[in-house]
């Protein structure tokens, strides 16, 4: 039996596993290598879509299903197969429309299964798609394929809050509404969060929760916390993380799954 057999860590991306250059550091890819040859389970849980994680597949040593798209989608990337998905869709699309009519500041992005589109560009956007290296597709709303995964809102964060406001209130129910930065607003099926793909990734491969470690730093990543006992959080995270008090590793650029990673070989062995 190797010594991480049947452990399973998640890790967010931006702000976590990734530092501010956006690029997984040797120490961390090191050591994520050594944990998963000696049979433990890696896989990320990211706002990103599977575009967006495709870039960086050769550097980390991934070897369970990822939960993308801020848990409206788990994805095997080494099957090249969707293991869940729950989508918006129809419901996504009438609100696009109807956010583009009232709020003509709001840039509207849309992840569907195969990539994401841009249904209403924005600055905001076109840095988004940039920071995480996918091409900039615009599209009108009618001529973007269902089923919809994902709705990505962006605006100035002076201006946002009306936006968020006018959803929370006339849509009260039909979706969950998250921040995942101050100006991102993301719009998914309710129930779909990171931590319920987290306790779906653990079902499915028959990991006991109580050997499921995750880490993130940001207000999406505060169900994926709720999602075991063995919660971290890199000492950047937003406040909303440090309020439920999880255990502290280093900071995004000092090589935050390292720590972990470290700290999990050190109590196994001791």
């Known amino acids: 039996m190797s010594k991480f057999d049947g452990y399973l860590i998640l890790s967010d991306m931006d702000g976590t596993l990734l530092g501010d250059d956006r690029q997984i550091s040797q120490e961390n890819r090191e050591a994520v290598a050594y944990f998963t040859q000696n049979g433990g389970r890696f896989a990320v849980a990211t706002g990103r879509s599977k575009a967006g994680m495709e870039y960086f597949l050769q550097d980390i040593a991934i070897n369970a299903p990822c939960v993308i798209c801020n848990g409206a989608?788990?994805?095997?990337?080494?099957?090249?197969?969707?293991?869940?998905?729950?989508?918006?869709?129809?419901?996504?699309?009438?609100?696009?429309?109807?956010?583009?009519?009232r709020f003509p500041d709001a840039g509207i992005e849309v992840s569907v299964l195969d990539g994401e589109y841009v249904a209403r560009g924005s600055e905001i956007t076109r840095r988004h798609f940039e920071y995480v290296k996918i091409p900039y597709r615009p599209m009108a709303p009618e001529e973007i394929a269902q089923p919809w995964i994902k709705l990505n809102l962006t605006m100035d964060p002076d201006k946002i809050g009306e936006m968020t406001a006018y959803i929370d209130r006339a849509y009260a129910g039909r979706f969950h509404a998250q921040h995942s930065a101050a100006?991102?607003?993301?719009?998914?099926?309710?129930?779909?969060?990171?931590?319920?793909?987290?306790?779906?990734?653990?079902?499915?491969?028959?990991?006991?929760p109580d050997h499921l470690f995750v880490v993130g730093d940001g207000q999406n990543d505060v169900e994926l916390l709720q999602s075991t006992r063995n919660c971290y959080?890199?000492?950047?995270?937003?406040?909303?993380?440090?309020?439920?008090?999880?255990?502290?590793?280093?900071?995004?650029?000092?090589?935050?799954?390292?720590?972990?990673?470290?700290?999990?070989?050190?109590?196994?062995?001791?």
């Open 233 to 270: 959080a890199p000492e950047n995270a937003h406040p909303d993380v440090l309020r439920l008090h999880p255990a502290l590793l280093p900071g995004n650029n000092e090589h935050t799954i390292a720590a972990l990673i470290k700290k999990l070989d050190a109590d196994i062995t001791r």
């Open 73 to 101: 989608v788990v994805y095997d990337f080494q099957k090249k197969e969707i293991v869940r998905a729950e989508a918006v869709g129809q419901d996504g699309y009438e609100l696009a429309l109807d956010l583009a009519q």
């Open 183 to 208: 100006y991102f607003y993301e719009i998914l099926k309710p129930g779909a969060t990171k931590g319920a793909g987290a306790r779906f990734v653990c079902q499915y491969l028959g990991i006991d």
